[in-house]
């Protein structure tokens, strides 16, 4: 897969980052659930009013539902019935039920009724209990994805006050691998289905206060990727958590993504470097001051695909710190206060990204190094051609790196 390189000049670059890390994600998502539409309907909207249908080439149609704007009005779960009642397209990729409308005013409650689909089939589902007064409750029938249990890949709730769900109406899915919660209150657990036991993504974002964390690697054994994103839970949960997956029969076997980002962390979680799969960690946006040595060592059998730590607190980076095949990788160091760009750190990782064509590379943006001193002769007088994968290094008096002098050095011992 080609990475894109995002822009690193804009002040908003922390949420650029993320809005591009969150797009990644997303894509990869969907290469993982795409199916082969050979013997399905021709990719084609009819009319599916009061919803919106689109074409999401190459998977299929996109159908919203709900999110009333303007003079568009509330959709209801019956409206959505009706609609897949009226409709003939037997199998969809998304349904995406935005902020659907309660059936009376008077109710708090989003009832998504038996056979919602009407026998159609849709490989991702997505619903949105979010309202001017806060998270309206969801409560969805056993059977209303009867139709389409051999087909969903993805399944989320967003928004959503989850008191009332349960997870029966998942319980007989055959495909699910994908599984996202978001913004959401009340939510119960992980209850002991079998389901969850083929899942190979789990998203937690901003769910403040779930405290589940232990069912994780009981119940979702064959985890690749962990977003436990925005759910400050600090560096003793963390690292309690990440112990049990590495320690389960096969979480240290199957984990391939981590990302803990905005969880109030201050150091790298000890279990990070016992996973020998995993290529993408992403620590963003916590309080993290320093990486001691081998604290992010990977395994020698992947190359690191993703490792970000923008957003931290970084003051010291240990010599040794960073291990592994970094020369496909994007790293990401910026937003810190890093003042040192010492050899024994960064020079076997940048000479393993000069020896490809990829766009591996390292980002130190808005971090204030010093460099009046020797620690940068072995990059900008002895190493120059390195250069070129360190992007927006920058002095603490504004000076680009590759805008520093090379005989400014020449004092410097080799």
Known sequence: MTHCVPPHTSANEPTDIMLFILFLVLTMDALIIVRHYTSRDAFVCSDYSPCVCEIYEPYGLVVHCGGAVDDKLPVTALDVWKVFNRTKVRHIYWLDLLSLATESESSDIIKIPADLLNGKSVDRIAINCTSIVGPLRLEIHPDAFRSSLHHIGHFEVAGCDLSRLGFEFLANSTRLI?????????????????????????????????????????????????????????????????????????????????????????????????????????????????????????????????????????????????????????????????????????????????????????????????????????????????????????????????????????????
């Not at 309690?240 to 905005?262: M, R, Y």
């Not at 190359?303 to 730590?309: D, G």
């Open 178 to 414: 994908s599984l996202s919660i978001t913004r959401s209150i009340n939510f119960r657990g992980f209850p002991p289905m079998a389901f969850l036991a083929r899942l190979r993504s789990l998203r937690i974002y901003e769910c403040l206060d779930f405290q589940h964390w232990n069912q994780i690697a009981d119940r979702l054994p064959l985890l690749e990727s962990l977003f436990l994103d925005g759910t400050q839970l600090g560096d003793r949960p963390v690292n309690k958590l990440v112990n049990s997956i590495t320690s389960s029969p096969t979480g240290n076997e199957t984990l391939q993504q981590l990302s803990l980002w905005e969880n109030r962390l201050t150091r790298i979680p000890d279990g990070v470097s016992s996973f020998k799969k995993l290529s993408y960690v992403n620590f963003f946006g916590n309080a993290i001051r320093t990486i001691p040595k081998g604290s992010l060592a990977f395994s020698p059998d992947v190359r690191v695909a993703f490792l970000i730590l923008s957003k931290n607190a970084l003051t010291d980076i240990e010599p040794g710190a960073f291990q592994g095949d970094f020369s496909e990788a994007l790293v990401y160091l910026d937003f810190n206060r890093l003042t040192r760009f010492d050899s024994a750190v960064y020079e076997d990782m940048l000479q393993q990204m000069s020896y490809v064509t990829s766009t591996a590379g390292l980002y130190v943006h808005n971090n204030p190094f010093v460099c009046d001193d020797c620690h940068l002769s072995w990059l900008i007088r002895d190493k120059r051609h390195l250069l070129k994968r360190v992007h927006n290094g920058r002095c603490s008096n504004g000076t680009l790196f590759e805008n520093l002098n090379p005989q400014g050095y020449d004092h410097c011992l080799s």
